[in-house]
């Protein structure tokens, strides 16, 4: 506007004003207040004070302020009709739309954020279906595997103690899928036939410490103890009743008298008061031990502890779990205890206890990659379920199986693109899934996992990982480790980290190769001995922006005159 000063009272008016409503006004009023800041008119009025009545509330008849009588801001003559809101300036036409706006929300004609999207006819019909954690009921391609956990695990259903069984294979080639089938339908036969047979499932990649094992395990089998007492009590209060009213009421029963009776539901009240759930933190382990063992053998059954990811246990806490589990049947007297263990790494055991090796691994069951023909089986069994009927094109499963053979038969990056390409089909309201559709997502799952690899990286690899992505960015190429460390050098002093030895950034860069992240290949340069030369195998771009949110590497404030160092060595 023309005056400066006179637009610094228009927005100190303004400011006045907004903050004496604050208290009197929620969201719900945020509509109301916008057509009554803006300077809508009145329709009530005669025109000529149309701009003065901006908010009732706060000021009365004679344009001042009703608390501080401070005049009304007043507007030049050159203004015209427009209002000066500190950042922005709106005309009164502009206004009178939001008016227009507003009434349409009123009249609840106006569409929502989601109201457009929620209008096209969805793909899936139960997308649950391609996430990993569903357990499908037929699992083509793996009968052999599973019959023969069967066959080991059938003497749970007699009382006596399954083998052990180790389950080894690649990601994605169907082994917790099929562990899980057949404990379910362990647990379901065994209910069938009335035995007392239980599976308990621990993900040994989040509970991966002895502590956490134990304590998942022992609150489990309490929570079931404290199920199994109440319903024990609420028989026995129930036949404590009937006899206060009938003299034979315990004929026929465990118990002779009332006093027995009475004796017995003051024990098993006694029981349930004991049961304590251990906390996540703070208990001595043997106490946590102790705990679990008493909780597990309170009454007769036999328990199959299905240990997923078991290798990332023994990798951060030792075989002491595994050597305790697999010993504990010696001295359990009601119950039994089997392990079901799943591990992507095969050699895992190499680094066990012998006795805990000769113990754990009774039963090997191995799980090889499914080849492009059985994925596309999968998809097809899946996609059945999960879209609706004619909802993909011919090309869409075939492709899928393809993308995911390529990469060791991994039936979970199957499924993921199945339901990514289902995913970016709807968001874009298509009728069918296509074969663009799967691109798309084989893209957009490859850029996801890269920037989760990278998001979670050291903070010494990022610092390596960056000097690669500078020199890449202004023009270097064939990189080698030297030039990497000059970088890397000037980038920890200028974020003020320790600095590691070339040696150990080369480890490092061997490490970034090993995620994919880097190609680095060794070269000879003859009398000048060999080198690694190195190349960027992810989006620059996309990496760039997912290391800089880290909060140390954010503070580098000008990264350009870093790369001198490959002309100053």
């Not at 025109?47 to 908010?55: E, L, P, Q």
């Not at 691994?361 to 379920?385: K, T």
Request: charged fraction near 35%.
């Amino acid at each position: 506007m023309g005056d400066s000063s006179r637009n610094e009272g228009d927005r100190q008016g303004m400011t006045r004003d907004d903050t004496t409503n604050d208290d009197e006004e929620g969201p719900a009023d945020a509509a109301s207040d916008r057509v009554d800041h803006g300077g809508a008119v009145d329709p009530n009025s005669d025109g000529a004070d149309s701009h003065r009545d901006v908010d009732a509330d706060s000021y009365d008849a004679d344009g001042y302020d009703a608390d501080d009588r401070e005049p009304l801001p007043e507007r030049s003559a050159g203004e015209g009709n427009s209002f000066d809101f500190g950042s922005r300036t709106r005309t009164e036409t502009e206004v009178d739309l939001d008016v227009d706006e507003v009434l349409a929300d009123d009249d609840g004609d106006s569409t929502g954020l989601f109201d457009d999207l929620l209008s096209g006819e969805p793909i899936f019909e139960n997308k649950e279906v391609l996430r990993p954690s569903y357990t499908p009921h037929e699992l083509p391609h793996r009968n052999d595997q599973i019959n023969k956990m069967a066959t080991i695990l059938v003497s749970a259903l007699r009382g006596e103690t399954p083998s052990n069984i180790l389950i080894y294979g690649k990601t994605g080639t169907g082994k917790t899928a099929s562990a899980k089938f057949v404990s379910q339908e362990l647990e379901s036969t065994s209910q069938k036939y009335d035995v007392p047979c239980e599976v308990e499932y621990i993900n040994c990649e989040v509970t991966d410490t002895q502590y956490r094992v134990l304590a998942q395990l022992a609150n489990k089998f309490i929570e079931k103890n404290q199920r199994l007492i109440d319903d024990r009590l609420a028989d026995l209060r129930d036949l404590r009743s009937r006899a206060a009213d009938r003299a034979d009421a315990l004929a026929g029963s465990e118990f002779d008298s009332v006093d027995d009776l009475d004796d017995r539901i003051a024990d098993v009240e006694r029981d349930r008061e004991g049961m304590e759930e251990v906390p996540m933190t703070g208990w001595p382990t043997d106490r946590v031990y102790s705990t679990f063992f008493d909780a597990v053998d309170y009454h007769e059954r036999v328990v199959v502890i299905m240990l997923d990811e078991i290798d990332k246990l023994v990798e951060k806490s030792g075989d002491d779990t595994l050597y305790n589990l697999s010993r504990m049947n010696s001295e359990l007297d009601n119950s039994r205890i089997s392990i079901m263990g799943i591990s992507n790494d095969l050699k895992f055991t190499d680094f066990l206890d012998p006795r805990v090796k000769s113990s754990l691994g009774e039963e090997e069951i191995v799980f090889p990659p499914y080849d492009a023909n059985q994925l596309r089986d999968i998809l097809q069994h899946r996609s059945e379920i999960a879209f609706k009927e004619d909802a993909l094109t011919e090309d869409v499963i075939p492709l899928c199986a393809a993308f995911a053979a390529q990469e060791h038969g991994d039936a979970r990056r199957a499924l993921d693109l199945l339901r990514t390409a289902g995913e970016l089909a709807e968001r874009s309201q298509a009728d069918l899934v296509e074969e663009s559709h799967v691109r798309q997502a084989q893209d957009k799952i490859e850029l996801d996992r890269v920037v989760e690899v990278v998001r979670t990286l050291p903070t010494q690899s990022k610092i390596v990982l960056f000097s690669i992505i500078l020199l890449e960015k202004n023009g270097v190429h064939n990189i080698n480790t030297g030039e990497v460390f000059n970088i890397y050098k000037r980038l920890c002093e200028e974020i003020d980290a320790d600095v590691l030895t070339q040696r150990r950034v080369t480890d490092l860069i061997s490490e970034l190769d090993m995620l994919g992240i880097v190609n680095a290949v060794v070269v000879s340069k003859g009398r000048y001995g060999r080198t690694k030369e190195i190349s960027l195998s992810v989006p620059i771009d996309e990496t760039e922006a997912v290391l800089l949110s880290d909060s140390r590497l954010g503070d580098i404030e000008d990264v350009q005159p870093f790369v001198q160092a490959r002309f100053d060595n």
